[in-house]
């Protein structure tokens, strides 16, 4: 993993979600854990709990201009233009979190479920991984709960992580 020596993150990102995660790598992780990644629909329904917001705090997004922020999202760093976007250490945005406590289910990474989808592309059906969440490069649109993207398990990015899930 970028940046990591000796199974250890760079000196004060401690507390900053994993990245340049491909999904192979997530569900490796996940498996030497004894737990694994959650589907698609179980990492919906954690977001939005019983409620069924919008986003995992309710179905409002503060407005442009706002200093209110429950989310590291391109929002954010649109008002704070003096800070370089990135990661965040989780839980940065705690009135953003949801009804069971989660931190970060909207923006800093977009997570790995273990839903897979087939997309067609030039008459092959190639095996795509559905990501949750959004992250700190995307817009209010993209962190929704019911928001979804799919992409190579084999990609990692910048801005790609994941979380674990025990039965």
Avoid: I
């Amino acid at each position: 993993v970028s940046g990591w020596q000796r199974r250890k993150p760079p000196k004060g990102r401690e507390r900053h979600p994993v990245t340049y995660v491909s999904y192979t790598d997530a569900e490796a992780y996940a498996r030497w854990a004894k737990k694994r990644l959650p589907t698609a629909e179980e990492w919906e329904k954690a977001a939005r709990f019983q409620k069924g917001g919008v986003w995992p705090w309710g179905d409002s997004f503060p407005p442009p201009g706002s200093d209110e922020f429950l989310a590291n999202s391109l929002e954010y760093w649109q008002r704070y233009k003096n800070r370089v976007p990135g990661l965040m250490p989780v839980g940065s945005f705690p009135k953003g979190r949801g009804e069971l406590d989660l931190y970060d289910m909207a923006g800093n990474v977009w997570e790995w479920t273990s839903s897979k989808v087939g997309k067609k592309q030039d008459g092959k059906v190639t095996e795509m991984v559905v990501l949750k969440g959004g992250s700190f490069m995307t817009t209010k649109e993209a962190l929704r709960c019911s928001n979804r993207l799919l992409d190579s398990p084999m990609l990692a990015h910048p801005d790609t992580g994941f979380r674990c899930v025990r039965d």
